[in-house]
């Protein structure tokens, strides 16, 4: 089926040639890969399962697009300096690095288990700042570029359950705000994402309520709308997250029965 083309895609008003988004074979970096090839991106796409990479290529070729599978895990540092010295000899410089491989994994207090933090820390976190890693001499070198950090809203404040998961995010959120100033002398981008509850197939495994749970296309538009405007953060749905920027603010006073309350069992 041929899916039309969508407006030229633009990181802070600017269209951009070439992308990268790392675990792109499934959920939100899948739809944005899908998204950003639709408006005439060459999209370089990264996750282990090549499988995953090879039918989101395909797919892409359906409406003329571009996506070139690299199959790589991020926590493997080199694989990553490596796959970006390919892209860009394949597909040319790369305007837009978006890090978003990243899992989730309950951790129950009664069995606390260093393996989980350890697990999501080279994951969520080792994983981005490898990847940052492999761009970031070649956008200082050019004084362009950007990059985008998949983090969470879980990052906000710490959360019953997500002990790892949330502390990982925690620590994106911070790296981010700490990079910006030096990034942006140097003439790099970054860009802060915290979705909500999105629809995939990582979600599809909880069995609690999401509250204002989001289609994954949906997540996509916000995703490629805010790189757009050129906004330090892009987070979504509003209603969710303005209500989690105010939770964020409240003393532990408050905030800790608060959560206590709400989690109640
Ligand atoms: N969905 C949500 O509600 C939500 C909310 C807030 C934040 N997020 C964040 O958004 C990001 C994407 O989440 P999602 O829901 O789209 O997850 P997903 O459906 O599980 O997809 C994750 C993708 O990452 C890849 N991946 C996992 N481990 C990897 C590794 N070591 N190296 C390379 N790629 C790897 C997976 O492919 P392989 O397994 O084949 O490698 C897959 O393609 C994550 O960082 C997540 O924390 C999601």
């Not at 288990?113 to 070198?141: K, P, S, W, Y």
């Not at 809203?153 to 019953?160: D, F, K, V």
């Amino acid at each position: 089926m041929f899916a039309m083309r969508i407006e030229p895609a633009k990181v802070n008003g600017r269209v951009i040639d070439c992308a990268w988004i790392t675990g792109a074979g499934k959920g939100i970096g899948r739809a944005v890969a899908l998204r950003l090839a639709k408006s005439g991106v060459k999209v370089a796409v990264s996750a282990r399962t090549a499988a995953d990479l090879e039918s989101l290529a395909q797919e892409a070729e359906l409406f003329g697009g571009r996506i070139l599978p690299v199959a790589l895990d991020v926590t493997d540092a080199a694989a990553l300096e490596e796959a970006a010295d390919h892209i860009e000899a394949a597909l040319g410089p790369i305007d837009l690095a978006i890090f978003n491989a990243g899992s989730h994994k309950e951790m129950d207090p009664a069995s606390f288990d260093t393996a989980i933090f350890r697990e999501l820390m080279d994951l969520n976190f080792m994983g981005t700042v490898n990847g940052i890693q492999a761009v970031i001499d070649r956008f200082r070198d050019r004084r362009r570029g950007q990059i985008a950090v998949v983090a969470s809203i879980a990052g906000y404040r710490g959360l019953p359950t997500a002990a790892a998961y949330g502390a990982t995010k925690a620590a994106l959120i911070n790296m981010c705000e700490a990079l910006e100033p030096d990034l942006r002398r140097m003439g790099i981008g970054i860009t802060l994402i915290n979705p909500g509850f999105v629809r995939t197939p990582l979600t599809d495994q909880n069995d609690f309520p999401m509250p204002f749970l989001m289609e994954v296309d949906a997540a996509a538009e916000r995703i490629t709308r805010g790189l757009a405007k050129g906004r330090f953060e892009v987070t979504f749905p509003k209603r969710f997250t303005w209500l989690l920027k105010i939770v964020r603010c409240l003393p532990y006073w408050l905030y800790l029965p608060l959560v206590r309350w709400s989690t109640r069992r």
